[in-house]
């Protein structure tokens, strides 16, 4: 069974520019969830869609976007780029929303910022 | 509230000691809760869980059961390598999975 596939994995942009990155779950898992990684602050939350309905978000200003297509995969988008935003970008799956259960992680999307 | 409480590392040992990352929990009841392991430059990937009370979960020598008497879930490894040189996160923190801590960063030097 083939495991979550995120895309880009490198990528590098500069300030005021938006990125999009792409997540692919694992096949019959309707549920991404986002997550922003950094030495300073950790493995942060961003949101998670379940059958392309966005059910829980973390704390991240309107920049942060994402969505889900029909066949469960999923993109999310930082819009008006600032430094602080490079980092390593994770997406995981499940097969099923809510708060309980486990999380099959991608390898990330890493984001440098200049 | 429900919550998780992991050591802070990190943690440095030589290769082939004996590793424990204490693990304790508060909760109603016996949610499931997991070890994610996450390696240099790659995402987080389970690395071992336990469903109920009394439950051991068991992978690539790490082991980790789930007391009730002493609400932990440490995480222990009889004799550590240096690919075993990681970031470890007992979760979820707070019971919700999307929720994860800082982990505890393991260096095994030769």
């Known amino acids: 069974k083939a495991g979550v596939t995120q895309t880009p994995r490198y990528l590098i942009k500069t300030r005021g520019q938006q990125v999009t990155l792409s997540c692919s779950p694992i096949?019959?898992?309707?549920?991404v969830s986002w997550y922003q990684q950094t030495p300073g602050q950790g493995l942060q939350f961003l949101f998670e869609?379940?059958?392309?309905?966005?059910?829980n978000k973390g704390n991240f200003p309107g920049r942060f976007s994402g969505r889900q297509f029909s066949n469960s995969r999923s993109e999310m988008n930082v819009s008006t780029l600032e430094l602080g935003d490079s980092a390593l970008y994770l997406c995981a799956s499940s097969p099923t929303s809510g708060p309980t259960g486990e999380l099959f992680f991608g390898e990330g999307s890493r984001l440098t910022v200049l | 509230g429900n919550s998780v409480t992991q050591m802070e590392g990190p943690v440095t040992l030589s290769e082939e000691a004996f590793l424990t990352i204490n693990c304790t929990y508060t909760a109603t009841g016996y949610p499931s809760l997991f070890w994610y392991v996450q390696y240099p430059g790659e995402g987080l990937q389970l690395l071992l869980k336990a469903t109920k009370a009394d439950d051991k979960g068991s992978n690539k020598g790490f082991e980790a059961t789930y007391r009730k008497e002493t609400t932990s879930f440490h995480l222990e490894k009889g004799s550590v390598q240096v690919s075993d040189s990681a970031v470890y996160f007992c979760a979820p923190p707070n019971f919700n999975k999307f929720y994860f801590g800082s982990g505890t960063k393991l260096n095994v030097k030769p």
């Open positions: 096949s019959g898992h309707r549920s």
């Open positions: 869609y379940f059958s392309e309905t966005q059910r």
